[in-house]
């Protein structure tokens, strides 16, 4: 009988081979077991996710606000990282709906900080005159490089 420790070590770990414990449960007819296992590995699988969207989250923040405070080096590699972001954001959504905007408004503040800081640690900048963002300049507004 695994502990709950053993649970959270395992999901936590490999949530394919906590799948596969919970599936030879399941086998040798052992359903309590085997549901206290899967209790830790969606819980797992949750906070991962929640970790790759922060994670986006943040990138494709620091790349508009590095958009927005330095036209001058602005460049298709910022571009298709911005999109990349919100695409990997929506596959994330549409893999687990519950971090939907709701979700990403309750995260918001948090990673603007991180965005800004990385940003200005990138651009070599102690202050950047951006204060926020919004929704629309963050999943809305278009970001398009043209070279002249």
Known sequence: MRT?????????????????????????????????GLAFLIESMGKSKKLALRSQLIRLMSHIIKWKCQPERRSSSWAITIDSARTEIE???????????????????????????????EMGKKKCQIAALDWAEVFEEEYWFEED
């Open 4 to 36: 709950k420790q053993d649970w959270e070590w395992l999901a936590a770990g490999s949530e394919y081979l906590a799948a596969v414990a919970v599936r030879e449960l399941l086998q040798e007819g052992k359903s309590m077991e085997a549901y206290e």
């Open 91 to 121: 596959e994330i959504q549409e893999e687990v709906p519950i971090l939907n905007r709701d979700y990403i408004e309750s995260v918001w503040d948090k990673c603007f900080v991180r965005a800004l800081r990385e940003a200005q640690m």
